[in-house]
């Protein structure tokens, strides 16, 4: 599959995920019964890691410049 994350939405994946993260754990945030939904914060990690959103494949986007090809 071709990479279809950007380093700026690459960046903010992470931010985003390890703060979820943070959240589940809990570090730094009170506990509470729901502190279990912070785990969703894997899945933009790992997209984050892997350069490829599934979700961006279906719809055709991506956040990666394209290098454009000059004539020959």
Request: hydrophobic share 50%; proline share 8%; with cysteine.
């Amino acid at each position: 599959m071709t990479k279809n994350i950007g380093t700026v939405d690459r960046i903010l994946r992470i931010v985003v995920g390890l703060v979820l993260i943070a959240y589940a754990i809990p570090i730094g945030f009170p506990a509470t019964g729901w502190n279990w939904t912070g785990w969703i914060g894997l899945v933009p990690l790992l997209t984050a890691i892997v350069r490829i959103c599934p979700l961006y494949s279906l719809l055709g986007l991506t956040t990666c410049p394209r290098v454009k090809a000059g004539p020959l």
